[in-house]
């Protein structure tokens, strides 16, 4: 197998890395020197008995594409592998998206099992009255203020509890009550009453959003309620037992699933809704970089050596699910972040004879396991309709990267929020998230969807023409999001609008052969929570709507 490093004439920021048990934060440093760097690969195949307990993260050899060749001999590891480890892993590589999840999901060191809280709203303090706050200012202190009474103060060594904020827990019940409405206008347009109102929700997180939609139903659609059954897929054994003493005794409709989503292997014939609120941007990514020698793609590998020093390399692209998710960009015709004067063998050698240059373009994170829920609910949910919604962008992303979609890595210490510019940092201490390419996503989607069942695992297309565009037809296409409009809704009239029928599908009425669902379309979460939301509740005294205007850079799919 052919390995490369990547070679840059920038230096990455460096990251601060302590073994596991020195219990020790990332963060960014200055740069060193070049002799410093240089000085330190030439140490990197010296015997490891003589590195201090403490280290340094440094920066990978800038002169060189080579791969050493411990680290070459490394076994290669995935996420699944590791979930019986009770502690990171030593002298392994593996794919950037294992890593990832590895560091986010280990049942025994992850983040989410160790230090990972949800803030919870209106259980023991009650709801929030919008009408008594001054302004959103006054709003935020207010959650601040349940924050600390609620959980305490973080502890003064390491990292502390880290706690996040949706929208669903800052606006019980009103953020739920809107997707409610939104999920029971169309079950009521369409299926009722001939087919029941199911629905399943990936990362419940502590069961508001389905305490919420449900407690609507029951009160305001009494009939709809009668009719719906409610499925979580939790793969978190903590989260799964909140939300069975919260869920079950008070909707005894609800059922849980203690597995992941991508464990999923029942298939759901009948029509259903499938919410995925604020959960796809800690799905892991890949990492690729193409060769300036000749445009192909590669993989980047994290290597973990025995003194835990955490380094990247690549090898051309083998794994089959970047192998599809690649296939699916040529088929878009959405061409790699790289010039297109590098398409020009003269110009791509040129650039090589330049002394330093790069061997590989400038990485880019690529949504592999989005892909993988795509491809299971086109394969085990057929007459599904995604609702869908998470961040569009994020801010203090990793620097370095060819495209916007980089992740945020971060944690808090000692009530302070610390950034990190790189992702190879201590498992279980970060939060590792990504914003979403929503216009993107939803022409993956839809070309996933409109693959007949079972193509959706197509044979790849030539790795020569990754960069070559393809031709699909003019019907496919409608406008993407805008401010407003049937077009950014759903389509609604527009050409193309509507996708082909499920094959063997009825309409839900029995009288003759099923319409095709609309195509999905893009709302800003401001566009969504008018529509749906009941906005007049959650007005501050000075006229400021924090449900309304929080949350500008989240977007919605449906």
Known sequence: MLYLVQRSTRLAPQTFIGPSSSRQFSTSVPHRKWWNI????????????????????????????????????????????????????????????????????????GYFSRQATIYTSGDELGIIDFAKMRSAAQFQDTVSRRYLAQYGEDGVEGPGRQMWHTPTELFRPFYGQAIAKCLVS???????????????????????????????????????????????????????????????????????????????????????????????????????????????????????????DLDTIYQPVADPLIQHLLN????????????????????????????????????????????????TLRTYFPRHRLLLSDFSSLPDTVPNTATPISPVVQTRVQGRTVTTESYLVQPGWFDIFFPTDFEGLR?????????????????????????APSRLGEDFFFPRSGSSGSSSCGGGAEK???????????????????????????????????????????????????????????????
């Open 38 to 109: 240089v000085g330190r690969y030439q140490n990197r195949v010296r015997d490891v008995t003589r590195v201090p307990g403490d280290k340094w993260q440094y920066n990978p050899d800038p002169f060189s594409g080579k791969v050493t060749s411990q680290e070459e001999s490394y076994p290669t590891v995935t996420a699944d592998q590791l979930r019986s480890y009770t502690e990171p892993p030593r002298e392994v590589k593996m794919l950037v998206r294992d890593w990832i999840e590895d560091s986010l999901y280990n049942p025994n060191y």
């Open 186 to 308: 169309e079950y009521l347009l369409k299926y009722f009453p001939y087919e029941d109102l199911v629905i399943y929700e990936i990362g419940a997180g502590n069961g508001s959003l389905a305490i919420d939609i449900l407690d609507y139903l029951k009160l305001e659609y009494p009939d709809v309620y009668e009719r719906t059954q409610y499925h979580i897929i939790e793969a978190s054994a903590k989260l799964f037992e909140i939300q069975r003493a919260k869920l079950v005794s008070r909707h005894p409709l609800v059922t849980l699933n203690h597995k992941s989503v991508f464990d999923w292997d029942k298939r759901q014939a009948a029509p259903c809704y499938f919410l995925a609120l604020e959960v796809i941007d800690n799905f892991a990514h890949d990492q690729i970089a193409y060769s300036y020698s000749n445009l192909q793609p590669y993989e980047a590998l994290v290597t973990v050596s025995k003194d835990y």
């Open 328 to 375: 699916l960009r040529h088929q878009l015709g959405q061409r790699p972040p790289y010039s297109r004067l590098f398409e020009n063998s003269t110009i791509r050698n040129l650039y090589k004879a330049v002394p330093f240059n790069a061997n590989l373009t400038p990485p880019e994170f690529i949504p592999t396991r989005l892909l993988s829920l795509l491809l």
């Open 443 to 467: 022409e993956m989607y839809e070309m996933i969807l409109r693959s007949p069942l079972g193509s959706v695992e197509a044979p790849l297309v030539a790795r020569s023409n990754y960069w």
């Open 496 to 558: 193309g609008g509507r996708r082909q029928p499920v094959l063997g599908t009825v309409s839900a009425t029995g009288l003759g052969i099923g319409v095709g669902e609309r195509k999905s379309g893009v709302w800003s979460h401001k566009e969504f929570v008018e529509m749906y939301g009941d906005v007049d509740k959650t007005v501050c005294r000075n006229g400021e709507n924090p449900m309304v205007d929080f949350y500008n850079n989240v977007k919605v799919l449906f």
